[in-house]
């Protein structure tokens, strides 16, 4: 796999008119585990969609290698960068394999079938997920954890060297959270995570960047040593507020 730098520069972006994003500028580190903290709402998932490129910023640009994502073909993207939905949509009927398989869209020629490289990467994909047993059940008659397992499968068969994670260990026993903790530990590439699961954070992230307040802040280290940092620039914002406060009142 290579190496690929993901930024975006002065980003704005949301649905429609309502815009959730306000000039973000962010790097993504090569070879490093990146989480995106911050509040429910404050535009974690939108920010991953808007890399992905299933919104289009209304300013600002992303890059790929320096390449405008804007430009780069949709096969040449899929083929780079892969995301897991927080709450995907599973087409009605479809089963494990097939829809597993799709993550293989971006490196078929034709739709005449799978290749030997397909294949491969498929069953790799459901075995490493423990649903090999479930290749020919369809997604609807699973429970919650076998359905993001199934997901989750997808993304590896994908084989991108960038994967957005939105909230990955929803539904997930602790067997495959300590699966996944291994995987992402042993990952040479890049992860960019939303999650609140913390003692998963705490054992697999490099760099937190943290949404707040229409800003994003990056922090090094885990989620234990942000929360230190955190509490004392907050602290010292909150004196400051109220040294301001007493000037005004003052004068």
């Not at 969609?49 to 804007?70: E, M, Q, V, W």
């Not at 083929?79 to 490196?107: A, H, M, N």
């Not at 490493?128 to 989750?152: C, H, K, Y």
Request: aromatic share 8%.
């Amino acid at each position: 796999m290579n190496e690929h730098l993901l930024a975006a520069d002065r980003l704005f972006s949301g649905y429609d008119k309502q815009t959730i994003l306000h000039d973000i500028s962010i790097s993504v580190p090569q070879n490093k585990i990146s989480v995106i903290l911050g509040a429910n709402g404050c535009g974690k998932s939108t920010l991953l969609k808007t890399f992905a490129r299933l919104l289009k910023p209304s300013k600002g640009t992303i890059t790929l290698d320096g390449k405008h994502i804007s430009s780069l073909p949709s096969r040449q993207l899929a083929q780079t960068l892969g995301l897991l939905p927080q709450t995907p949509v599973t087409p009605e009927g479809i089963k494990v394999t097939d829809l597993v398989s799709r993550g293989r869209f971006p490196y078929r020629r034709t739709f005449s079938g799978l290749s030997s490289d397909d294949f491969s990467a498929v069953s790799d994909a459901l075995e490493m997920m423990g649903i090999t047993n479930l290749a020919d059940r369809s997604v609807d008659e699973l429970s919650g954890g076998q359905r993001q397992r199934v997901w989750i499968a997808l993304a590896l068969a994908q084989q991108t060297d960038i994967l957005l994670l939105d909230e990955p260990t929803n539904y997930l026993d602790e067997q495959h959270i300590e699966w996944l903790r291994r995987y992402l530990q042993e990952y040479e590439n890049a992860f960019i995570l939303i999650s609140h699961d913390i003692p998963f954070l705490n054992s697999v992230i490099n760099i937190i960047y943290h949404m707040e307040n229409q800003r994003l802040d990056r922090y090094v280290g885990d989620y234990d040593k942000f929360r230190e940092v955190y509490e004392v620039k907050k602290a010292q914002l909150e004196a400051a507020y109220k040294r301001q406060q007493q000037e005004i009142a003052e004068l």
